[in-house]
């Protein structure tokens, strides 16, 4: 179960996830062994998965991001979704139903670079067909 403590030093962590036991102790009124204690139950439980960061709008509104739909052979789907991970402009990759089988969101400095890496994701095999969408603009996130 997780405490109200434990909510504070979460929601600390999603403001900065690289912020210090020393820095997260002085805030939420907990002493620094605490702190750390709680952040390895929290780890070990499962709760903290990873530390990651966010990138700046500066940066990230230049991206250009495209969803790919991939219709893919059911019998390799598994070894395209390891290909697919290997692919480090690839940020998600959903299972989804309907017409295709995954989703991936690409995203890519140029037009020429994301032409590039959507050559390589078709030519996988057992790719059988793709339909990618160019994200124009973001109307609304959480």
């Known amino acids: 179960m997780i405490t109200e403590k434990d909510e504070e030093l979460l929601a600390i ?11 997260i102790a002085r805030a939420t009124g907990v002493s620094r062994t605490a702190i750390q204690n709680r952040l390895t139950k929290l ?3 499962g709760v903290i998965k990873a530390y990651s960061i966010v990138l700046g709008s500066e940066y990230s509104n230049q991206l250009i991001s ?14 395209i979704c390891i290909a697919l991970r290997k692919i480090h402009n690839i940020s998600h990759i959903y299972s989804i139903s ?9 995203q890519a400095q140029t037009l020429k670079k994301l032409n590039e890496i959507l050559n390589i994701v078709c030519s996988l095999e057992g790719v059988e067909r793709t ?6 603009d973001t109307v609304f996130e959480k």
């Open 13 to 23: 962590l999603r403001c900065n996830a690289r912020a210090s036991v020393s820095d």
């Open 43 to 45: 780890e070990n439980s």
């Open 66 to 79: 495209a969803n790919v739909s991939l219709k893919v052979n059911p019998n390799l789907r598994r070894n």
């Open 98 to 106: 309907g017409q295709y089988d995954l989703l991936a969101t690409i």
């Open 131 to 136: 339909n990618s969408s160019i994200i124009l």
